[in-house]
């Protein structure tokens, strides 16, 4: 299957199962922002839970945070966003297209007569580059003013920076230790797409660990590997995953060392997760700017420094896709075609689905009783409706890895059958052992 058809089958499953919309869909739709449908919200809401407990819950040197998206305007200043988060915007003067100036369609030198619009092929229309800030702006309070400017958060990291004395001291932590956090940030991106790839409002997963320097290779390179390992054990096929090192040319203005962890979706390798060694680069220009002293001290070693911060940055939506990506398999059964969705059991929006084998002879009637048994425990969902084959394969669409199905032996000897989704087994077990039995095959 060609991977754009590939992409494009994602994207229309997304929608007809209810996993993701366009936004504002019935207004013609806002291209780069994209609503979180009945599923959808429950497996992003799974890989947001399960990234907290591996990374606050499960560990003893990481406190959670969660911090305004809106922030004293200083801040952007002093973490060189206002000054350095642009990107070269590049326009047609004849199709009006926007472009980003180091687009790899473009042909030529924007700004020069060879340069040639990569959509509508006029030459020397393209404008020279302009630098563009990506940052949202808005206003604080009534008047629309220069001094009213506020921003929307284009990273969740610097509400961590900005707090990390406060978490410090009020949890009591010693370096080295970490603070995480999950939010919503915002990037006026010039040329957003590949679905929820590049949007712009998206959510992040951060977490910054802060450590003494002369500590922060070490711990570089511990935390790109258990970042590796979370997306391994994730279910994502590990021929799909690979690291990508920054070359001093790729570097952010606060990075000393980075990796990417990149996906191959579709449209090729990209990154969906950011490690970076930013040194005391943050802190030490916050405690410029804000005049306040931001050094720890260190009292096993009876001395004062500003510590060093490792940082892992992944974007939950862009988890959401590439687990999406790898889930999708298109395969033959029977003689029929069938989608599904292998989801990892824990992060499947609905862990079971309840299906009457017909609808009379008390087949529904037990089956309500043992759905409503199970809601509150488990995602679960109750069906009726079409042929038992239909409903298997919306909820093979639907990535959900068990079909408990009651049929004419239930209501003789009280068992049910239970289908597995990627080996199509069918287990034969009584109906009072179901809690049970989903319990040991959806907790990790
Ligand atoms: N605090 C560091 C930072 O923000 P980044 O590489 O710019 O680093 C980290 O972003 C992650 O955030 C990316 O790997 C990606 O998963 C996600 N991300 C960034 N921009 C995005 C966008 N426009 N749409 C969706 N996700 C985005």
Sequence with gaps: ???????????????????????????????????????????????????????????????????GILMHPRVWEASGHLAGFTDPLVDCKQCKQRFRGDDPRIRGTPGQPDAQCPVCGTKGMLTAPRMFNLMFKTFMGPVEEDAAV?????????????????????????????????????????????????TREFEQMEMQFFVRPGTDEAWFEFWRHERMGWHERLGIRKERLR???????????????????????????????????????????????????????????????????????????????????????????????????????SIAPIKAAVLPLVNRDGMPEVAKRIHDDLRGRYTVFYDDGGSIGRRYRRQDEAGTPFAVTVDGQTTQDGTVTVRHRDTLVQDRIGAGAIAGYLAERVAT
Excluded at 21 to 43: A, C, K, M, T
Excluded at 158 to 169: A, C, D, F, S, T
Excluded at 272 to 296: A, C, M, P, V
């Design 1 to 67: 299957m060609a991977n754009t058809d590939r992409m494009e089958k994602l994207v229309s499953l997304c929608k007809r199962r209810g996993f993701i919309f366009q936004s504002s869909e019935i207004y013609g739709g806002l291209g780069s922002v994209w609503d979180y449908g009945p599923l959808g919200v429950e497996l992003k809401k799974n890989l947001k839970d399960r990234w907290w407990r591996a990374m606050v819950h499960a560990r003893d040197d990481i406190e959670g945070l969660d911090a």
């Design 150 to 198: 506020v921003y929307m958060r284009p990273e969740t990291a610097q509400g961590i920076y900005v707090n990390y004395l406060n978490v410090q001291q009020a949890s009591r932590q010693k370096i080295p230790f970490g603070i995480a956090q999950i939010g919503k940030a915002f990037r006026n991106e010039i040329t957003p797409g590949n679905f929820i790839f590049r």
């Design 243 to 345: 690291f990508h090192q920054h070359g001093t040319d790729e570097l952010a203005h606060y990075a000393k060392a980075a990796y990417d962890i990149e996906y191959e979706f579709p449209f090729g390798w990209n990154e969906f997760e950011g490690i970076h060694n930013r040194t005391d680069f943050d802190l030490s220009r916050h405690q410029q700017f804000s005049g306040k002293k931001l050094e720890y001290f260190d009292q096993e070693r009876n001395e004062r420094y500003l510590p060093y911060v490792v940082e892992t940055s992944v974007g939950a939506d862009r988890t959401a896709l590439a687990v999406l990506c790898d889930a999708y398999h298109e395969e033959e059964v029977a003689g029929e075609n069938r989608v599904v969705l292998r989801f990892l059991p």
